[in-house]
């Protein structure tokens, strides 16, 4: 196996948290109970991407998750004035500090750092992670609202690589959904990581696998680094 040379992210729920208080003060809902539901709601919306892929079907993760959250409370009128209230991206605007953290170590180990994620209008990813204290840190940001692809289309994968110039067995991908981020690197031969820190999918490593292909699973992104050390000996 080859050594790992670079690490890709995604934004939302791993570089990035969601922003529970701003959806709160939009619908008029509870940021307490808008925070304990959000968790499980993701997990049953990685269900529901998988069962819409199948279908030949990429609908919106985020407009998922504000339909599932907000509207069993509120109806339309309460998802409508979150979607015309914020911008998606703007939503996942608290950085985590566990993944600064495994940036900032993986470079000190020589390994390079980029991003594929997506934006809901053009170019915002960029200007989200140099407003949040992540300028220098990545080679490439990867914006799928702006090359036209978005995961789990093997094509935003080879993109990434083509502009580091580093092949696919050399490249670990870290997300937060199965069924995008695991079956998207999976699919383009690259190493997946799952990164599940509320212990979600524990329980459904087997079916995962037999879904969606082999990954790692961290519950901590700070086990980024030590993970790298072990796959390159």
């Known amino acids: 196996m080859e050594s790992v040379k670079v690490v890709f992210f995604d934004v939302s729920n791993t570089l990035m948290n969601f922003d529970y ?25 990685n269900s529901e991407l998988a069962e819409a892929h199948r279908r030949g079907e990429q609908p919106d ?9 907000v509207y069993a409370e ?13 911008d998606a991206v703007s939503l996942w605007n608290c950085t985590n500090d566990e993944a600064r953290q495994a940036v900032e170590a993986l470079r000190s180990q020589g390994v390079r750092a980029g991003v594929i994620s997506k934006s809901k209008a053009d170019g915002t990813l960029q200007t989200l992670l140099d407003r949040h204290g992540w300028m220098g840190l990545f080679e490439v940001v990867i914006d799928s609202t702006v090359v036209g692809v978005q995961k789990p289309d093997s094509r935003i994968f080879e993109m990434a690589l083509a502009r580091v110039g580093v092949k696919a067995n050399e490249a670990l991908y870290v ?7 695991v079956q998207g690197a999976n699919d383009a031969g690259l190493r997946a990581v799952l990164y599940d820190p509320y212990d979600l999918y524990q329980a459904d490593l087997e079916h995962l ?9 961290l519950t901590d992104l700070r086990q980024l680094s030590p993970l790298v050390r072990l796959l390159n000996g």
């Not at 208080?21 to 919306?45: C, D, H």
């Not at 993760?61 to 959250?69: A, E, W």
């Open 209 to 217: 696998v037999a879904a969606h292909g082999p990954f790692h699973r």
């Open 74 to 86: 509120t109806g339309l009128a309460g998802i409508e004035a979150v979607i015309n209230g914020s």
């Open 21 to 45: 208080g701003t959806v709160a003060k939009l619908s008029g809902m509870n940021q307490t109970q808008l925070t304990k539901q959000g968790p499980a709601r993701w997990k049953q919306i």
């Open 175 to 181: 997300g937060y959904l199965p069924s995008v981020d």
């Open 61 to 69: 993760p985020f407009r998922m998750l504000i339909h599932s959250l």
